[in-house]
């Protein structure tokens, strides 16, 4: 304001000593001509100062929820000036006179404000919620913005939304990126893990940006690349949250048994969590499992023994089970992952049944020795070591679907680096994955890597016996269950599937192939008098 107020004062001073030479000329008609001229140009000097003013900031921030407010001061920690705008605007004078306060951050109390304050090109982010409120943004900003500007959408939106509206701010000229932003608030502060998409001439521009506030690694390389074109990055970002959904339920699982098998205390099951995060299990979300279960009341008792067992979601997961439905990708552990979440939320029902249907084991395990306690612990971290692997197998193999499916040629490796640091599932093990990527991009399962086949190779004994003292005590253990009967499926050579397509053409004409004759389908007339019409659609 100082700087346009003192740019008005030098054009008064400037105007009043023309005037006054032209007072004093004999040819007055003309000077009166150039003055106009002068006058104009002398206009739009000022204007264009007043502009160059404004337009400070490097980048700019819709949406002060909290991940908004600390990705702007993380981006405000690395020397980049920030423009901020919200809906309510009375949020934005709040953050700026508290959080913000003495920072490079700028509040703009209107949209005409916030887009005039951004250097060119513009880039706008939005982390506001997905769905409609994105679209109406967008509708709202694209008449002040110029072709080559951008548009970044950095919440948790669906993919397929962010494919469309790149195609559709493309035709105006208008760049879009549908960036994957996970790390919860602590991340978004000191560091997340950024996956960009969009259109990939946006990349250089925010490149800068976007690899100086994500997560490093241990090796120093920023957790964020450019993942490719559409709705890649929130493509990423959605299996991401699935992954994360089944890691999840396998922790809680392991919980499960050593409370309820093994009958360890809190402080017991806090230790064990937090020796398993110091081998090949090292993860963000171990990491804090065993916080979890050493946190106590003011009173001495334990949190989490107050906690209702009903989980909630926001729909991420399933969106990446159902994805896998219409890829023909059998991402089981996720999508057995939300079926558990909707279960516990089940309460009046699970209380009807415990009452109705319960029942004792007639062998019930007994943890009598420490021995017995220590190698039920071993078996457990090999149950979860290995149905891990699997979970992590299904969600890449739903990455290398994106080709087939999109034309997007996702490099998975690089992926696994992006997940290093800063994210929820961020784990040691994600180094063993990019490696495997690394070494042989065109791995077609992780499965079948020489690494993760020999860690699955020295856990499948102990898998198989948690998987059977839950069944054998009545201890619901879906996710290991899964990613157990996935693993013998995956590698069995003979499956029973051969009757399913019995079944089919017996009662619908849907055909099959036969083993001698593959890629040739043909129809029974499996009754004598069913006829010889096949149906006319077959899918595999």
């Given at each position: 304001?100082f700087?346009?107020?003192?740019?008005?004062?030098?054009?008064r001073?400037?105007?009043?000593?023309?005037?006054?030479s032209?007072c004093f000329s004999?040819?007055?008609l003309?000077k009166?001509?150039l003055?106009?001229?002068?006058f104009?140009?002398?206009?739009?000097l000022?204007?264009?100062?007043?502009?160059l003013t404004?337009?400070r900031?490097?980048i700019?921030?819709?949406g002060?929820?909290?991940?908004?407010?600390n990705?702007?001061l993380?981006m405000?920690?690395?020397g980049?000036?920030?423009?901020?705008?919200?809906?309510?605007?009375?949020?934005v004078?709040?953050f700026?006179?508290n959080e913000?306060?003495g920072?490079?951050i700028?509040g703009?109390?209107?949209?005409?404000e916030?887009v005039?304050?951004l250097?060119r090109p513009?880039?706008?982010?939005?982390?506001?919620?997905?769905?409609?409120a994105?679209d109406d943004?967008?509708?709202k900003?694209?008449?002040l913005?110029?072709k080559?500007d951008?548009i970044?959408?950095?919440?948790?939106?669906?993919?397929m939304?962010?494919?469309?509206?790149?195609s559709?701010?493309?035709k105006?000229?208008i760049?879009?990126?549908g960036?994957g932003v996970s790390?919860g608030?602590?991340?978004a502060?000191h560091?997340?893990?950024?996956m960009?998409?969009?259109?990939?001439?946006?990349w250089p521009?925010?490149?800068?940006?976007?690899?100086a506030i994500a997560?490093?690694?241990?090796?120093?390389e920023?957790?964020?690349?450019?993942t490719?074109?559409?709705?890649?990055?929130?493509?990423?970002?959605?299996?991401?949250?699935?992954i994360?959904?089944?890691d999840m339920?396998?922790?809680?699982?392991?919980?499960?048994?050593?409370?309820y098998?093994?009958h360890?205390?809190?402080?017991?099951?806090?230790q064990v969590?937090k020796e398993?995060?110091?081998g090949?299990?090292e993860?963000?979300?171990?990491e804090?499992?065993s916080?979890?279960f050493?946190?106590?009341?003011?009173?001495?008792?334990?949190?989490i023994d107050q906690?209702?067992d009903?989980?909630?979601?926001?729909?991420t997961?399933?969106w990446?089970?159902?994805?896998g439905?219409d890829?023909?990708?059998?991402v089981?552990l996720?999508?057995e992952a939300?079926?558990?979440?909707q279960?516990?939320?089940?309460?009046t029902?699970?209380?009807?049944?415990?009452?109705v249907l319960?029942?004792?084991?007639?062998?019930?395990?007994c943890c009598?020795?420490?021995?017995?306690?220590?190698k039920l612990?071993?078996?457990?971290w090999k149950?979860?070591?290995?149905?891990?692997i699997?979970s992590?197998?299904?969600?890449?193999?739903?990455?290398q679907?994106a080709?087939?499916a999109f034309g997007?040629?996702?490099d998975?490796?690089?992926?696994?680096l992006?997940?290093?640091?800063?994210?929820?599932i961020?784990?040691k093990?994600?180094?063993?994955i990019k490696?495997?990527?690394?070494k042989?991009?065109?791995?077609s399962?992780?499965l079948?890597d020489?690494f993760?086949?020999?860690?699955?190779?020295?856990c499948e004994?102990g898998w198989?016996?948690?998987v059977?003292?839950?069944a054998?005590?009545?201890i619901p253990?879906?996710?290991?269950?899964?990613?157990?009967?996935f693993y013998?499926?995956?590698?069995?050579?003979?499956?029973?599937s051969?009757?399913?397509?019995?079944?089919?053409?017996?009662?619908?004409?849907?055909?099959?192939?036969?083993a001698?004759?593959p890629?040739?389908f043909?129809?029974?007339?499996?009754?004598?008098?069913?006829?010889?019409?096949a149906s006319?659609?077959y899918?595999v």
């Open positions: 304001m700087a346009i107020i003192l740019t008005f004062i030098i054009l001073n400037y105007l009043v000593v023309r005037c006054s032209y004999s040819s007055i003309l009166r001509s003055f106009s001229v002068e104009v140009l002398a206009g739009y000022v204007l264009s100062l007043i502009l404004m337009a900031a490097d700019g921030m819709i002060l929820a909290v991940m908004g407010q990705l702007v993380n405000n920690d690395h980049f000036t920030i423009s901020v705008y919200n809906r309510t605007v009375s949020k004078k709040e700026i006179e913000a306060k920072t490079n700028i703009t109390m209107s949209l005409e916030f005039q304050s250097k513009r880039k706008a982010m939005l982390l506001v919620k997905a769905g409609q994105v943004f967008i509708s900003l694209v008449p913005l110029e080559g951008i970044i959408d950095g919440g948790n939106s669906e993919y939304d962010t494919d469309r509206r790149c559709e701010l493309a105006q000229g760049l879009y990126v960036t790390g608030e602590e991340g502060r560091g997340p893990s950024l960009p998409g969009g259109n990939p001439e946006a521009h925010i490149k800068p940006i976007f690899q997560a490093k690694a241990k090796s120093g920023p957790c964020c690349d450019w490719g074109p559409a709705g890649s990055g929130h493509y990423v970002k959605m299996v991401h949250n699935g994360e959904y089944a339920q396998l922790i809680a699982e392991a919980y499960h048994l050593l409370r098998l093994g360890f205390q809190n402080d017991g099951i806090a969590f398993w995060n110091e090949p299990l993860s963000y979300l171990i804090i499992t916080h979890i050493n946190y106590r009341n003011p009173d001495g008792s334990y949190l906690i209702l009903a989980a909630g979601q926001k729909g997961g399933k990446t089970a159902i994805c439905l890829h023909g990708v059998p089981t996720i999508a939300v079926f558990s979440r279960l516990s939320s089940m309460r029902l699970r209380s009807e049944a415990c009452r319960n029942t004792t084991p007639d062998k019930p395990f009598s020795s420490p021995e017995i306690a220590k612990i071993d078996d457990i149950a979860l070591y290995a149905s891990k699997v992590y197998a299904q969600g890449f193999m739903l990455l679907q080709y087939q997007w040629k996702l998975l490796g690089a992926i696994a992006m997940w290093r640091g800063g994210c929820i961020r784990s093990f994600l180094g063993n490696e495997a990527y690394d042989n991009p065109n791995l399962n992780l079948l020489p993760f086949k020999k860690v699955i190779d020295q004994d198989r016996r948690v059977s003292h839950g054998l005590n009545a253990t879906p996710v290991f269950s899964s990613a157990l009967s013998d499926g995956i590698k069995c050579p003979h499956l029973p051969n009757l399913i397509q019995a079944q089919r053409d017996y009662f619908g004409a849907h055909q099959f192939e036969k001698d004759n890629g040739t043909i129809h029974v007339d499996w009754t004598g008098h069913g006829g010889s019409a006319t659609t899918q």
